[in-house]
């Protein structure tokens, strides 16, 4: 069984909804390590009480590459597989994804390439387009770049403030994670150029 190495920030719903689906059996894989750079992160409240490991490896004060040396460390020791950025607000450094090449995902609360970086779904809704929705990709050096696993499209209402549509985009989220480490995981995929596309005899 593969194992899966959760990197977050705040408060965790993504691990938590990859959490149930491994619970459940959805998932075929182990959550061997969740952790966060910030000791005050729900997420790691959650990992505890699921009785998972969980580590705290501090950014503050710290050049990148160092606090990369020191994750990636943890990762290896926990033989992780799969490394999922799950809310992890912190860019990764080109050493820290050459250590695991297409073996690093990142889900990101808007339709890819529109709306990179922080508060996606406040920059969607102020932008007023009519749909948005999140995207899990594979991780490069470039911020929210990375080849694109899975989208799932919401469409923004009239009534909608950007709360209620990242509420939306949010429960999306969490069906549209653990769709693509499925597919990472059984390897269903190849890449070509930047299309992740299913083997044919998949389809
Ligand atoms: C999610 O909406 C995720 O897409 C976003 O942070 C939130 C974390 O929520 N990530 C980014 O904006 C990365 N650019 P969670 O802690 O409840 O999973």
Redesign the pocket.
Known sequence: MKNLGIL?S??????EAIADNVASGKLDANIAAVISNRADAG?IEAARRRGLKALVIPSKGKPREQHDREVVAALLEHRVDLVC?????RLLSPWFVQQFPNRIL????ALLPAF???E?QKQAFDYGVKVSG?TVHFVDADL?HGAILVQKVVPVLDSDDHHTL?AR??EQ?HIAYSEAIRMVLEGKYRIEGRRVVMKPQER
């Open positions: 977050l705040g408060r965790g719903s993504n691990f997420g950025l799950a809310g992890y607000m990142n889900i990101h609360p990179p970086g922080l996606a999140c929210d990242a985009i949010l989220e």
